[in-house]
């Protein structure tokens, strides 16, 4: 007998963020201050997957995501896919695309920046450099890899 079981259970209408890498889960949810948006929130952590044995879901009930954000979440999740659900079935399948630039999310590591003392929002440049992505300052014009900036 072939038992089928959800390990997170299913939205009406909403957003699923799939194939996030194991660890990535709580570092997207907070980020993007999901649980700040007032919807219903559910989360797997650690869960079986087929292709990478272990991942991390989010879904977020009766919010959708425009591509622009979507794709901001490459940076954490660059093999993730969000779906679009409506009435309990994928509407939308998105995989992700690194933005060429991204504001207002992460601070600049350099202490020396003009981000840190003028009255500016933060702005880089993204890039994949031999298969990492890098992150270039607007004000400092450092790069940085991805991992410095988002602990930042």
Excluded: W
């Excluded at 209408?13 to 194991?22: E, K, L, Q, S, Y």
């Excluded at 202490?111 to 933060?122: M, Q, W, Y």
Aim: glycine letters at 6%.
């Amino acid at each position: 007998m072939n038992q089928n079981k959800l390990s997170v259970e299913a939205i009406k209408d909403g957003t699923v963020i799939d194939h996030i890498p194991v660890g990535q889960g709580l570092t997207i949810l907070r980020q993007f201050k999901i649980l700040h948006s007032g919807n219903a929130v559910t989360v797997g952590f650690n869960l079986t997957s087929h292709s990478t044995g272990s991942k991390d879901i989010i879904k977020i009930t009766g919010l959708f995501l425009d591509d622009s954000t979507a794709n901001r979440l490459a940076l954490f999740a660059p093999k993730a896919t969000v779906n679009d659900i409506e009435n309990f079935k994928v509407v939308r399948k998105r995989t992700l695309i690194l933005p060429d630039t991204i504001s207002e999310v992460f601070s600049c590591p350099n202490s020396n920046c003009a981000s840190h003392d003028e009255p500016v929002k933060s702005k880089f440049y993204v890039r994949m450099i031999h298969g990492e992505t890098r992150l270039r300052c607007h004000y400092c014009e450092k790069t940085f890899a991805r991992k410095s900036v988002i602990d930042a």
